[in-house]
């Protein structure tokens, strides 16, 4: 008899230890997640502002135009409008890079107009999906936009926020980052919470 309410008794204590360690483990989790999401969206927000800054009119006129003109006469002159355009795509770049800044680490940014083609990509982003013309035209609407989505296994944080000028939008600032960091930390925190609890549940 007495054995049965011991066991009853360490029952219990089980129960009762697991429900309050889970506890515990999903407010901690539930806090560091919220607290690493913020920390990818105000980075992001941060970068969109500083770029933002920086885009005007003059800015957005001074950019080398990368659209050939002209038909083709021949075949010279058209590897000759080919090469033009190849130039003056890498001087875009180069001149994007260099009046707008690059953003370091996994983060990256475009400069969009307002129906969302791209007018500058100084860093060749090449995520598919991106840019994301829909977000940039509701932040041509609405003055940013969150987004987030996935290409070829990698989920992607991206910001979007309009560029006003006396009223009127003249461009997007899209600035995206890989999510791929976050999910490690969440995982790695996920692991150490497991093991906390059951190595407390072993004690």
Request: cysteine-free.
């Amino acid at each position: 008899m007495f054995n049965r309410i011991r066991i009853s008794l360490t029952l219990w204590y089980v129960v009762v230890l697991l429900a309050i360690v889970g506890v515990i483990a999903i407010i901690t989790y539930t806090v560091l997640y919220r607290s690493l999401t913020s920390e990818v969206d105000n980075s992001l927000e941060s970068s969109a502002r500083q770029i933002s800054a920086q885009v005007s009119e003059q800015s957005l006129s001074s950019i080398p135009d990368t659209s050939g003109s002209g038909d083709s006469g021949g075949d010279d002159e058209g590897e000759e409008e080919h090469e033009e355009g190849e130039t003056a795509a890498e001087e875009a770049e180069e001149h994007g890079v260099r009046f707008f800044g690059a953003t370091s680490g996994d983060t990256f940014y475009l400069v969009l107009d307002p129906a969302g083609s791209p007018i500058l990509d100084p860093l060749n982003v090449n995520v598919p999906g991106v840019p994301d013309s829909a977000s940039a035209a509701k932040a041509a609407r609405d003055g940013s936009d969150w987004d987030t989505l996935s290409s070829e296994g990698t989920d992607y944080r991206l910001y979007s926020q309009a560029v006003t000028h006396e009223g009127r939008t003249i461009a997007v600032v899209q600035v995206g980052r890989s999510l791929d960091e976050h999910q490690e930390q969440l995982q790695m925190l996920a692991i150490v919470l497991a093991a906390t609890a059951f190595g407390g549940l072993g004690l």
